[in-house]
């Protein structure tokens, strides 16, 4: 488990890198704007790619299951052997629509190469390449879902089932 201990520093380390990019552009944005009166354009197109590397490296390899906003009370309301099937079918469907769009949105990435972005002239399959990632990581996330659901273990991580919780 060390081993994915370091993977998982490594990612967020990535993410923080990404966030004090975004902030060190958007502060240059200011400065320049504001007390030289010179405004900068690749400030603002580098605070959009890192805001979107930032949000899909998140959301495809940081995030837990349980991080994630759910609409949940008609799963909680169900007795466990539902709420296990339900959380099957969702895992079996999440897994089947991202693995028949995975060909595609690789061949419309693949084929952006041939765009650049306008100011740091970044070609446009290097930026939305992180999307990919992201496929890659929900398809990972939810296989080992459905292999936790398959063998009845822990598949509910971070649900409160009772009322409880709420009223605390």
């Known amino acids: 488990m060390p081993f994915l201990r370091w993977l998982k520093i490594g990612a967020d380390s990535v993410a923080v890198l990404l966030l004090a990019a975004m902030f060190c552009s958007f502060m240059l944005q200011i400065i320049f704007r504001y007390i030289f009166n010179h405004p900068l354009s690749w400030t603002l197109e580098a605070c959009l790619i890192t805001w979107l590397w930032t949000v899909f490296w998140g959301c495809g390899l940081l995030l837990r299951d349980q991080d994630h906003v759910r609409f949940d009370i008609l799963y909680l309301a169900a007795p466990?052997?539902?709420?296990?099937?339900?959380?099957?079918?969702?895992?079996?469907?999440?897994?089947?629509?991202?693995?028949?769009?995975?060909?595609?949105?690789?061949?419309?990435?693949?084929?952006?190469?041939?765009?650049?972005?306008?100011?740091?002239?970044?070609?446009?399959?290097?930026?939305?390449?992180?999307?990919?990632?992201?496929?890659?990581?929900?398809?990972?996330?939810?296989?080992?879902?459905?292999?936790?659901?398959?063998?009845d273990q822990d598949f509910e991580t971070g649900i409160t089932h009772s009322a409880e919780h709420y009223s605390e």
Not at 99 to 106: C, D, G, Q
Not at 116 to 126: G, H, M, Q
Request: a positive charge; proline letters at 1%; zero cysteines.
């Open 80 to 151: 466990r052997k539902l709420r296990r099937l339900m959380a099957g079918l969702a895992a079996i469907v999440f897994l089947v629509a991202h693995a028949v769009s995975l060909p595609a949105t690789a061949d419309y990435i693949a084929f952006m190469k041939i765009e650049s972005s306008s100011s740091l002239k970044i070609r446009l399959d290097y930026i939305f390449g992180i999307y990919l990632l992201f496929m890659v990581g929900v398809l990972g996330r939810y296989l080992w879902r459905l292999v936790q659901i398959i063998r």
